[in-house]
Nanobody, 121 residues
Framework: QVQLVESGGGLVQAGGSLRLSCEAS????????MAWYRQSPGKERELVAE???????NYGDSVKGRFTMSRDNYKNAVYLQMNSLKPEDTAVYFC???????????????WGQGTQVTVSS
């Protein structure tokens, strides 16, 4: 069984910063791409950032230049440094991983439970 657990969400004023963490645990053979998504009430889940196995990143247009995603392959973890936060960044942030468990010859899509980020104006 593979689990993704996010942490680091909270309440912050506009212009402030937060750092989200996501750690994968369980019977992991390998981790390919990982990503952060977010969803706010009444809106579809959107891609915030993604990172490949070799560290290449891609960002959603609304967060480019403000958010930075990184990964620690030894800890099976990814991070999202969020700077210059805006009220419109308020959402539940979900960690996503393309992970091959030890019990399978193929990778599967896994999701964390989400962490709330609230930015006050």
């Amino acid at each position: 069984q593979v689990q993704l657990v996010e942490s680091g969400g909270g309440l912050v004023q506009a212009g402030g910063s937060l750092r989200l963490s996501c750690e994968a645990s369980g019977s992991i053979f390998s981790i390919k791409a990982m990503a952060w998504y977010r969803q706010s009430p009444g809106k579809e889940r959107e891609l915030v950032a993604e990172i490949t196995e070799d560290g290449r990143t891609n960002y959603g247009d609304s967060v480019k230049g403000r958010f930075t995603m990184s990964r620690d392959n030894y800890k099976n973890a990814v991070y999202l440094q969020m700077n210059s936060l805006k009220p419109e960044d308020t959402a539940v942030y979900f960690c996503n991983g393309d992970i091959r468990p030890t019990t399978s010859f193929k990778s599967n899509d896994y999701w964390g439970q989400g962490t709330q980020v609230t930015v006050s104006s």
